[in-house]
């Protein structure tokens, strides 16, 4: 089995892409396929010491899942299904994708909803990214200065997505016991 597991929720498909970006820098045996969450149990979870864990900030700050008007369920239905995964010694390192321009009042918010879900089953997170560089008013995913993990705009910033994502991972290596 691979060290890492990758999960994601998604809608249109665009975090679900960064996922298998960020597959395609490690083989099998380091890290397996990503998952979306909507087909996901605890137990695939719970199987990973080391955790990447994506999502997109939808409408108003929300969760993708159903009351955020979402085809399918996702992360906003999983975490119910997660609550009894004890993350104590578990690593973890969470992505967002957000429209800092559209929303910019709740730019990246549902990466904290994840941050807080992981934490306070014991967690550790890795992988906080700095601010600079994004024009959004606020963001709840923004702690001591610093998103809680990588902050992504596929919509305004496309443009800086690969080497956001490559600076990213450098970054975590260590943590994931990873040399790149």
Excluded: H
Aim: proline fraction near 3%.
């Amino acid at each position: 089995m691979a060290r890492i597991g990758i999960f994601f929720g998604s809608t249109s498909g665009k975090t679900r892409k960064v996922a298998k970006m960020i597959k395609k820098r490690f083989d099998d045996a380091t890290m397996a396929d990503p998952v979306n969450v909507n087909r996901a149990s605890a137990d695939d979870l719970a199987a990973y010491d080391f955790l990447i864990l994506g999502t997109p900030t939808m409408g108003q700050g929300q969760l993708p899942g159903l009351s955020a008007d979402c085809d399918e369920e996702s992360w906003e239905e999983a975490l119910p299904r997660f609550a009894g995964i004890d993350f104590t010694g578990k690593t973890v390192a969470i992505f967002g994708l957000g429209d800092q321009v559209s929303y910019a009042n709740e730019f990246l918010d549902a990466m904290i909803e994840i941050y807080d879900f992981v934490t306070e089953r014991g967690a550790r997170v890795v992988g906080s990214w700095p601010t600079e560089g994004y024009e959004f008013n606020t963001s709840q995913a923004v702690l001591d200065g610093r998103f809680v993990g990588l902050a992504l705009d596929l919509d305004n910033q496309s443009e800086q997505t690969t080497a956001r994502v490559e600076s990213w991972l450098q970054q975590i290596a260590p943590d994931f016991g990873l040399a790149l």
